[in-house]
């Protein structure tokens, strides 16, 4: 099994569109959890932390549920812009432990 | 601000052959790391120094060497290549915590 796991997508969504990634992490220990956001042969960059209590940064919204080792994040009123690949990342110990990714495609 | 630095950009190496990929962070972050990032595979940790001076393995170290130079700068070198360490490298620094971590631009190295 892997240590974090995300559904690879790709999802295709129109402009305007509200929608939501998922992603399971499998060490119980795990103690910080972030949202990244690729793009194309870049390198990764940092979306958002994730708290226990859920946070809010404009049109996005991560949850993390430690109970269920469940993290999500929502993206509410699609832009063009936010094609990219995004990555749920765990952190235990000193590691960064990343999922595959998940793919968005944002078409007008 | 420079962040994370890695040099060189773009690499071909042929069979065999040795290199060294150079990182530097101005961040005066404690934590480095090294990660290969392959089609459909997502990010794989290489190697990761915790502290100036500390190194340890990842998911993926066969074939890599590290060295924290200092605490700015942290460089992975392939001893003898091959063309299954044909991928993207990434290095990043951080601290434990809830600020993440930045990544450098990334190395693109071709092993033929």
């Known amino acids: 099994r892997k240590e974090v796991e995300q559904d690879p997508g790709p999802f295709n969504v129109p402009e305007g569109a509200t929608v939501a990634f998922n992603c399971t992490y499998s060490?119980?220990?795990?103690?910080?959890f972030f949202w990244y956001r690729q793009d194309c042969r870049k390198e990764p960059k940092l979306l958002m932390s994730?708290?226990?209590s859920g946070n809010e940064d404009g049109r996005f919204t991560a949850q993390l549920n430690r109970a269920s080792q469940y993290i999500s994040l929502l993206i509410r009123d699609s832009k063009l812009s936010d094609s990219a690949t995004y990555l749920c990342?765990?952190?235990?110990?000193?590691?960064?432990?990343f999922g595959a990714g998940t793919i968005l495609r944002v078409k007008s | 601000n420079a962040g994370v630095t890695q040099t060189p950009k773009f690499q071909v190496l042929k069979t065999g052959q040795s290199m060294t990929l150079q990182c530097a962070q101005d961040?005066?972050?404690?934590?480095m790391y090294w990660y290969r990032q392959d089609p459909g595979m997502g990010l794989r940790l290489i190697y990761y120094?915790?502290?100036?001076?500390?190194?340890d393995k990842g998911e993926v170290p066969n074939g890599y060497n590290v060295s924290r130079l200092n605490k700015r700068e942290f460089s992975l070198r392939l001893e003898s290549a091959a063309p299954s360490q044909t991928s993207v490298y990434f290095c990043?620094?951080?601290?434990?915590?809830?600020?993440?971590?930045?990544f450098g631009s990334g190395t693109r190295l071709t092993v033929v």
């Open positions: 990043a620094s951080g601290d434990r915590g809830q600020f993440g971590y930045t």
């Open positions: 060490n119980s220990a795990s103690q910080s």
């Open positions: 994730v708290y226990s």
């Open positions: 990342v765990v952190e235990y110990g000193n590691k960064l432990v």
């Open positions: 961040m005066n972050h404690n934590s």
């Open positions: 120094s915790a502290s100036e001076g500390t190194t």
